[in-house]
């Protein structure tokens, strides 16, 4: 009984670390692929890690910069966009790969897991542009 209580928290757990790296998705996209690319350069782990870090909070700080400043609401629309193509694309592989063993159904899995991609990418908006209205209106 404590196994399967054990189990299901710590399937719980993987859900929420998911649900973060997939509102995040383009900064955790940008830090790996900068982590691969100075390692292949021959840099160790400190170098890659402090390398990886540093482009995702770029990457971020772009994205805010571009929310807090420019007053073109295409500009805005576009960096939304740039940030939340990557978490629904995120969103969807999440639902399609917790669901795919509980739906027998093609196009029932395709449908759960596109409405899931929308939400995971409609909370990435809402928790960016609220970043980048709240720490630029000042």
Known sequence: MILILVAFLL?????????R???????VMV?????QLVWDAGAGVFLSGLAACAAAL???ALV?????????????????ALFAVPAVTAGYALV??????????AFMLNLFGGVGGLV????????LNA???????R
Do not use: F, Q
């Open 11 to 19: 399937v719980i757990a993987a859900c929420v670390i998911a649900w």
């Open 31 to 35: 830090a790996i692929s900068v982590a």
């Open 120 to 127: 995971v990418g409609i909370a990435a908006i809402a928790n």
């Open 64 to 80: 805010v910069g571009v929310l807090g400043y420019v007053e073109n609401p295409v500009l805005r629309l576009l960096a939304l």
């Open 131 to 137: 970043l980048g209205g709240s720490r630029l209106s």
């Open 21 to 27: 790296l997939a509102i995040h998705a383009l900064p």
């Open 58 to 60: 770029l990457s971020i």
């Open 96 to 105: 399609h790969g917790v669901a795919k063993h509980a739906i027998e159904s």
